[in-house]
């Protein structure tokens, strides 16, 4: 975990927010993204471009992009429970409900709870979570399958994230053959892109299937967190990347953004893929470090093909509850310059977004609406893109 410096350092950070003033705070929700000073960022960045090597091909298979099912319960469910900064642990959320009501709830009662079930066990964890906790029938989950094939043919297989609801999960994982990938030992990792309720809190689903396969988390995981991946079981390697850009093979790097967000979150990583010939992919779970941060930050640092930003893919942290703002137009306005050839976007990027940048004219690939998926304007629950 964090030093006591940068404990300190997180909790001013973190006030800052409260009282409208904490930077890190309006990057974590996006909001720098459309200020002045991101926009005036990537123009003046002195640039290291660091060769990183490049890969064939990426394929990134949907498993679920649907959170959770209904803006207005979830945001209402903060608002009760006293907002934006309260603990993700309070909530009284599956899987960590006590039975005591919307923001009275802690990890240490929710997990007493159904720990001896977990992970072979989570179907019967289910019915008690259903009773002690607060509207289960909303989460659903972020997670998706990237296959990454290298120059030399050698192919990989990771799952990125995991999603939130374990029954919603469950179905999920079943429905793209990810329980027989998992147990078969195909997924060689899963990579949790931070600590956030929707892209984490179905572990105990995938332990159930591979309780030894190796986990990659950014540093910045609370006490909670950290103890919660061994309660449901992990037996296996837990690596903890701490640099900002860490190389797992020639052409796929992590790039780690130490920012504060939502619901008592802190860091979240991202992936960045150079394929040959075609240039550079970004993957993110949440982009809560902003777009603009994204990109300028690997333009900046890293070397790829064509210097031609290739796709994107994944949420991009927009308009998640689907309200827009005139500021959100200049952002999809200014991402016309970075010239990307395929957009992949679902999840907190917003319907409302992905339609926006359909009629900019971006060359944005549909999906289907399938598996309770809303629009086709972005790729469902699922969908298939593929890059190289």
């Not at 060769?51 to 959770?68: L, M």
């Not at 019967?124 to 989460?139: F, L, M, R």
């Not at 060689?188 to 956030?196: F, G, V, W």
């Not at 390697?237 to 093979?249: A, G, P, V, Y």
Request: hydrophobic share 35%; glycine share 10%.
């Amino acid at each position: 975990m964090l030093d006591e410096n940068k404990n300190i350092s997180r909790r001013d950070f973190l006030k800052g927010a409260a009282t409208g003033i904490g930077l890190g705070a309006l990057a974590s929700m996006g909001i720098y993204s459309y200020s002045p000073f991101a926009a005036k960022h990537f123009s003046k960045v002195k640039r290291i471009q660091k060769d990183f090597g490049a890969i064939k091909h990426v394929k990134i298979t949907n498993i679920s992009e649907t959170s959770w099912f209904d803006n207005s319960v979830l945001m209402g469910d903060m608002k009760k429970a006293g907002g934006l900064l309260v603990n993700q642990y309070e909530f009284n959320w599956a899987p960590f409900g006590n039975g005591k009501g919307i923001g009275k709830g802690s990890y240490e009662d929710g997990i007493s709870r159904i720990k001896h079930l977990l992970p072979n066990r989570v179907e019967e964890a289910w019915p008690i979570i259903e009773k002690n906790c607060v509207h289960t029938d909303n989460p659903g989950g972020f997670s998706c399958l990237v296959e990454i094939t290298e120059l030399n043919d050698k192919k990989h297989k990771y799952l990125y994230d995991v999603g939130w609801s374990y029954k919603w999960m469950e179905e999920c994982y079943k429905r793209e053959g990810i329980d027989k990938m998992l147990t078969n030992g195909e997924i060689e990792a899963i990579i949790l892109t931070h600590e956030h309720f929707d892209h984490f809190w179905a572990f105990p689903v995938a332990m159930k299937y591979n309780p030894n396969i190796p986990v990659y988390i950014p540093k910045g995981f609370y006490k909670e967190g950290l103890q919660y991946i061994k309660d449901s079981g992990h037996q296996g390697k837990l690596t903890i990347l701490n640099d900002e850009i860490t190389e797992f093979f020639p052409g796929f790097a992590m790039v780690k953004f130490d920012v504060p967000i939502i619901c008592r979150v802190f860091g979240e990583m991202s992936m960045a893929l150079n394929i040959k010939d075609k240039g550079l992919v970004l993957i993110s779970g949440c982009n809560h470090q902003g777009i603009v941060q994204f990109i300028s930050t690997v333009y900046e640092k890293l070397k790829y093909d064509k210097d031609q930003f290739h796709g994107i893919y994944g949420g991009l942290h927009i308009s998640p509850f689907e309200d827009w703002d005139p500021k959100y137009d200049d952002l999809v306005i200014s991402l016309g310059k970075y010239k990307f050839e395929r957009i992949g976007c679902n999840h907190c990027t917003g319907i409302l977004c992905a339609k926006k940048f359909i009629e900019t004219g971006y060359p944005v690939i549909k999906g289907s609406a399938r598996f309770r998926s809303k629009d086709t304007s972005y790729l469902g629950n699922g969908d298939i893109i593929e890059f190289g």
